[in-house]
C-alpha cells in the first residue's frame, strides 16, 4: 500500500486533526512497527520530541509526527516519509487497522455446540466447538462466542459482541452490544456475601444480575461478581484489563479505563471517564468522582472528588505524594541526623 493511500483513508478517520505529508515521499508500506524496530517498508510514530533520538535510529519507510516542524525536518533529512497530526498514536491506531484484521470466523454452528432448545439465536451467529448455550438465553445478531464458552439460562446477548474462548457468562447476565469478553473472564458470578452467625458464615444467595453497556470491553481472566440483589453494572464503552476483580453491587461509569490487577470491593461507585492504573485497591462502598485519576497501586478507603488525581496508600492528592515521596527516599539520612541530636 502507498503512503498517499494510507494518507487518503486515515484523513476521514481524524478528519478533526490535521494531517501534512511529505510532498516528494511515496514509498510502498507492507506493515506497521515500533519505531525502534521499525524495517524498510514498515509505518510507526513518533508522540514527541523527546523520542527524537529514536527517529534518528528507526529504519521505517514513512513514520507519523506530531506537529513539531524539528521532528518534520529531521524526518526530510533522512529521506523518510511522514504525515504530521496533534495525536500520532490515534492516527496510528487507525493505520494498524489498515494491515492487520483480528481473527473472525465466519457464521456457523459447530456440530458440538449444545444449545437448549428454549434459547433464541439470531442471523449470522458464530458458535465454535463445544459452547455451551442453557435455557432461554437470547443471543443476537453477528455474535461471535469461540470454543469452550458456557452461557448460563436467561442471559442476554447483544448484537455483534464477542465472546473469546473459556470465559464464563453466569444466569441473568446482560452483555450489550459491541462487546468483546476475552478469555477466561466471568461474568454474574455470585458475589462474596456471607453473614455472620452464630453457627458461623451463612451464605447470602446473590440474586442480582450483572449488566455490561454497549461497547464494553472486559480483559482474560476479569471477573464481575452479580450482587444479593439489584445489579453491578458498567456503563456503555469502558475498557476494563486483564485480571481485574469488580465486587458485587459496583457501578462503573462511562468511558472509563481500568488497568490489570485493580480491584472493587462491593458497592464501590466510579463517575464517568475515571482512570484506575495497575493493582489499584478500592474498600468497600467508596465513591469516585468523574474524571479522576487513580495512579499504580493507590489505596482508597474514602471517597475521591471529580477530578482529583490520588496516589498512595491511603491515597492522597498525587502532588502531596511527590512530596511524602520524595521524604520518604531521605529517611535513613533524617534518621541518622536525629540519632546525632540525639547524642
Partial sequence: MQ?????????????????????????????????????????SYIEGNKFASMLEKTQASALILPLDESLQTLAAEKGIAWLATPDPRL????????????????????PSAVIDPSATIGNDVYLGPHVVIQANVKIGDGVCIHPNVVVYPDARIGDRTILHANCTIHERTIIGSGCVVHSGAVLGAEGFGFVPSAGGWYKMEQSGKTV??????IGCNTTIDRPAVGETRIRRNTKIDNLVQIGHGCQIGEGCAIAGQAGMAGGVTIGNNVILAGQVGIANQAKI?????????????????????????PAMPHKHFLKVATVYKKLPEIYQAIKRLSK
Fill in 91 to 110: 492516527a496510528f491506531a487507525h493505520a494498524i487497522n489498515l494491515f492487520y484484521k483480528p481473527f473472525q470466523p465466519s457464521p456457523e454452528i459447530h
Fill in 212 to 217: 455490561l453497556e454497549d461497547g464494553v470491553e
Fill in 3 to 43: 503512503f498517499t493511500e494510507i494518507i487518503d483513508q486515515l484523513n476521514p478517520l481524524i478528519k478533526a486533526h490535521s494531517l501534512t505529508s511529505c510532498p516528494d515521499c511515496n514509498p510502498d508500506l507492507v506493515g506497521v512497527a515500533a519505531v525502534d524496530e521499525a524495517k524498510t517498508g514498515t509505518l
Fill in 289 to 313: 468522582g468523574d474524571g479522576a485519576i487513580a495512579t499504580a497501586q493507590t489505596g482508597i478507603h474514602n471517597d475521591i472528588g471529580s477530578g482529583e488525581i490520588v496516589s498512595g496508600s
